[in-house]
């Protein structure tokens, strides 16, 4: 269900050898999902307290946390990192569509 708006994780699921590979592939999925939505759940509600009326728009919670709570430095990775992730979603989904069309 969560990778439903994300056609770039379908395209690895659909370049499966076999449909035997499907259950060691659901495997991986969620060894690393379940994880990164607690960590992403819990890190959203420590912002709800530490950043209580400090925030007019949400979307900068994680830039705010960072710059508030880390190094100058380690705040700078969080802000590449955020960087980063945005543009390899782009990059797949620009792949996926160019490989779905061709």
Do not use: N
Not at 3 to 12: E, N, T
Not at 42 to 70: C, F, H, K, N, W
Request: proline content about 7%; some cysteine; overall charge negative.
């Amino acid at each position: 269900i969560g990778a439903i708006g994300q056609p770039h994780i379908l395209v690895r699921t659909i370049a499966l050898r076999s449909p035997d590979d499907v259950p060691a592939a659901r495997k991986v999925y969620f060894a690393w999902y379940l994880p990164f939505a607690l960590l992403t759940v819990t890190i959203s509600l420590y912002a709800r307290v530490l950043l209580t009326g400090e925030l007019s728009d949400p979307e900068l919670t994680l830039p705010t946390m960072a710059q508030a709570y880390l190094p100058d430095v380690l705040a700078g990775m969080v802000l590449a990192a955020i960087f980063a992730a945005t543009l390899s979603t782009a990059d797949s989904m620009l792949l996926s569509c160019s490989a779905a069309i061709s």
